[in-house]
């Protein structure tokens, strides 16, 4: 018998390079035969050349445990590896061994201060021109090299003419004043003897740059006027020493050939103003000047939890279209998030205009969705032969290219090549895939993926595209379970959480957005709503169900208490949340454009549903942490919450709710708020009131993530299917026989006569009504976890009307999958557990433990 257990994971990270983490948790997976378990493990813990071990650890457990050794110090790298004891006594030789560096874990390891230019800069702020910085120094005998970096704003460092790793965007967008995420990067390969320039191209991103959605203007400057590079390379020579090149007064400055930048609007690039050399050694220092310094505050800085931005893929465009107008546009035949590279060939000083747009109408690219965002990047070329450009410091969402100015036949250019759309979102691993029998089922799902790559751009924003991209907390709320299918959440959503947290903290609610900008006045300041409000509690238990990461309960637990704390408190005696502002059931179909909120179901209804949905999660989240009385006392209190719902909103009488619409009986079913007959009554109304609409979807963000499941659970699955194959407006089918190949924001973002709608708040590219996918993975397919991290996994298929389905996940402890075809009332299933979990399969037939391994049923 052959057992062999993975190399070592450390925490939820992909490159446990700098953690922040001085105990990291280790979690394995395990190749072994069918039927094998885990009854015990060992993890040895090399440092140098000592080592250190768990010992025999009597446990099944693999995922998260706890660090067996001294913590580590900054700087400090071990390696890791396991074995493993199986129930039957039998034994695995040890694992790899896996690396794991901590990064600078305390403030005074920094001598670094944040470095910019000094020079007076253009009053207009949307034409500040950002500098390049840098500094010369020699160096022998490197052993090995390590960058610690972080800005005021985003950069791109360079050593020695070679750009350092292959991020985008970073530091990323966290709330700055309290957390600023510092990379760590192994730069050993790119010095060398004698001497080396380390040097930085800086731009604004989010720091300081125009953000903002309010119909008065934008808010520049959010955190800090300083465009600041912080850096500290740490250089360990063969003999032992260290040599620190921090930034400080001996850095230099000279303007960028980007003349201006910005997330919304787009860069421009003037090849001519380009410094030959600048960050390669023996450059000319012409044009350089001294930097302005400033403090650093290394008492903000946090280690990355998730992966940074990247780009991903690369798309070419599918088709070249002339305008009425007589505009050349590039259909790159996706909506994405990302930046088109160009190669382009001519004279000095021509200039290349790209405007990005998501949609076309009557011919033109339709820019009116972008609101204040100008969307579009200017290139002007040096001459002199072949050259290659893409915008650094921007992204955009769009599908269509307008190009202007370009120095010969853009069709002969897309034929060679010249144009690349760059896909970019942070590089989550890939973990959850779906597909069917039916192709527009397939293509749908392929939009939820999409829309999740677009919009998981270092935080969960709502669209790419105009001038918001916020990490609203509704949306995410509602997704994070079909996001965590998908991909690897687990890192980069505990980071947004814990500025979730802070910002609830300055508010004095959960913000509708994390983090928090100037938005108006519907927005300023932060008041407390449902469902945006809940990611307080759901999100953690969300990642907590899907990665089996109590310590993100245990991290975010006072963030949650808060929240149910203060809406007990709205709410009062009565338990019913019935006064103040609230979204309710938000893009509700029957909602006109210019007020979203304006649903069919009761707003107030929407909001105790909520409440009472999240202090149940609470109680629960509480028990797992082991904190007794407060499981009893939210327990508790979720029971008086739903006892006055069914009070309040339920008329035994008619036997319905009294708003009497499809989120309605979605929440009451979901949220276990009716039981027995009134249940049953819910479904039926629920079903009823499908069929009545013809099909047709009645539900907005606070009920497209529980309707399927209502209509499922009450017996009703035939109706669930009946809305998610409906063809006509609004519904999911729609977008796709509309050609969307990413989800809508509204469910009629393209009107059926081919214009788009005319809500100021429209977009192509969101992911919230995509939360329907969720339901496909565990209910169509039947791919469930039936104990936090997918310990117990629940196969249960609902085939409807689909001749065959198949779901993949990777889960915490492997690869688990079912596939099932149906075909003349015979349906076959073929599930695989990974080792380390166990399966329960129900089926028509019956219900069947099975454990690690492939297994076979017939029904």
């Known amino acids: 018998m052959t057992i062999v257990p993975s190399a070592p994971r450390f925490e939820h990270l992909a490159e446990p390079l700098g953690i922040g983490v001085a105990a990291p948790r280790i979690s394995w997976t395990t190749d072994a035969p069918a039927g094998w378990t885990q009854a015990a493990y060992e993890i040895e813990i090399r440092r140098g050349s000592a080592t250190a071990t768990s010992g025999r650890v009597e446990s099944a457990e693999q995922i998260l445990v706890p660090w067996p050794a001294d913590p580590l110090a900054s700087r400090e790298r071990a390696e890791a590896r396991v074995r493993l004891w199986g129930s039957d006594g039998s034994a695995s030789d040890f694992g790899a061994w896996a690396a794991v560096e901590a990064g600078l874990l305390d403030a005074a390891d920094w001598a670094a201060v944040a470095v910019g230019a000094a020079w007076e800069e253009n009053e207009d702020k949307d034409l500040r021109r950002p500098p390049l910085v840098r500094r010369a120094f020699a160096v022998s005998g490197v052993a090995s090299a390590r960058l610690y970096i972080t800005a005021h704003g985003v950069y791109e460092a360079e050593i020695n003419g070679r750009r350092v790793g292959n991020d985008t965007l970073n530091p990323g967008w966290t709330v700055y004043s309290e957390r600023l995420r510092v990379h760590t990067y192994d730069v050993t390969d790119l010095l060398s003897d004698g001497e080396n320039v380390i040097g930085a191209w800086l731009g604004d991103g989010w720091y300081r740059g125009r953000l903002g959605f309010t119909h008065h203007g934008h808010t520049f400057d959010m955190y800090g006027d300083d465009l600041s590079l912080i850096a500290q390379l740490e250089v360990t020579h063969a003999n032992g020493s260290v040599t620190t090149i921090a930034t400080d007064a001996s850095w230099e400055a000279h303007p960028s050939p980007i003349l201006r930048s910005g997330l919304y609007d787009g860069e421009a690039y003037d090849a001519r103003q380009e410094v030959e050399g600048w960050s390669a050694p023996g450059s000319s220092r012409e044009g350089w000047s001294a930097v302005a310094t400033r403090p650093a505050h290394p008492e903000r800085f946090v280690a990355p939890e998730g992966p940074a931005v990247r780009c991903t893929q690369t798309l070419h465009p599918v088709e070249v279209l002339t305008s009425p107008a007589g505009h050349r546009i590039l259909d790159f035949g996706q909506n994405f998030t990302g930046r088109v590279r160009i190669t382009v060939r001519g004279e000095a000083g021509d200039t290349v205009t790209l405007r990005t747009a998501e949609v076309m109408q009557e011919g033109e690219i339709y820019t009116r969705p972008l609101r ?488």
Request: charged share 20%; with cysteine.
């Open 372 to 859: 204040a965002a100008k969307s579009t990047d200017v290139y002007t070329l040096k001459g002199g032969g072949a050259e290659t450009w893409e915008p650094r410091f921007t992204t955009h969402g769009f599908r269509f290219v307008e190009v202007t100015g370009w120095p010969g036949s853009v069709e002969d250019a897309v034929a060679e090549g010249a144009f690349e759309g760059r896909v970019y979102h942070s590089d989550m691993t890939r973990t959850g895939w779906f597909e069917s029998s039916d192709e527009s089922l397939n293509r749908l799902h392929e939009n939820v993926v999409w829309g999740t790559r677009s919009n998981f751009v270092d935080i969960p924003t709502d669209c790419p595209q105009r001038d918001e991209r916020l990490g609203w907390t509704g949306d995410i709320q509602v997704f994070a379970p079909t996001a965590a299918f998908l991909f690897d959440v687990s890192g980069f959503l505990s980071s947004w959480l814990k500025d979730l947290a802070v910002e609830q903290r300055r508010e004095g609610t959960v913000p509708w957005y994390v983090p928090v900008i100037p938005g108006g006045p519907m927005w300023t300041p932060t008041r407390p709503g449902a469902v945006w409000g809940d990611a307080a509690v759901l999100t953690p238990w969300t990642l907590y169900e899907r990665f089996a990461d109590d310590g993100v309960l245990r991290e975010q637990y006072d963030s949650a208490r808060g929240w149910v704390d203060q809406v007990e408190a709205l709410a009062g005696p009565s338990r019913l949340w019935n006064t103040g502002f609230q979204l309710g059931d938000w893009l509700d179909p029957a909602a006109p454009p210019h007020d979203p909120a304006d649903a069919k179901t009761d707003k107030y209804l929407v909001a105790t549903a909520y409440f009472a949905w999240s202090a149940r999660r609470l109680a629960d989240t509480a028990a797992v942490l082991g904190r007794a009385d407060d499981a009893a006392r939210y327990g508790s209190l979720a029971d008086e919450v739903r006892d006055a719902f069914v009070g309040e909103y339920w008329d035994e009488s008619s036997g319905r709710l009294t708003s009497d619409a499809q989120t309605a009986y979605a929440l009451a079913i979901r949220f276990d708020l009716l039981e027995g007959e009134r249940r049953a009554a819910a479904g039926r109304r629920l079903a009823e009131l499908v069929a009545e609409g013809g099909n047709r979807i009645a539900v907005g963000f606070a009920g497209v993530n529980v309707v399927a499941d209502a209509l499922s659970a009450t017996g009703h699955a035939g109706a669930a299917f009946d809305l998610l194959f409906e063809r006509e407006c609004p519904s999911w089918m729609y977008m796709v026989d509309q050609g969307a190949t990413t989800i809508w924001e509204r469910w009629d973002s393209q009107m059926p006569d081919g214009t788009v709608n005319p809500g100021r708040m429209t977009s192509f590219n969101h992911y919230a009504l995509g939360s329907i996918a969720d339901w496909l993975h565990r209910e169509v397919a039947g791919l469930s976890p039936a104990d936090p991290g997918y310990r117990r996994i629940r196969f249960a298929p609902t085939p409807g009307p689909l001749a065959s389905a198949r779901a993949v996940h990777l889960t915490p402890y492997g690869e688990a999958s079912i596939a099932w075809t149906h075909a003349q009332g015979a349906l076959s299933v073929e599930v695989t557990v990974p080792t380390g979990s166990t399966g329960v399969v129900e089926l028509p037939s019956g219900s069947h433990e099975v454990g690690p391994g492939t297994h076979h049923f017939s029904s």
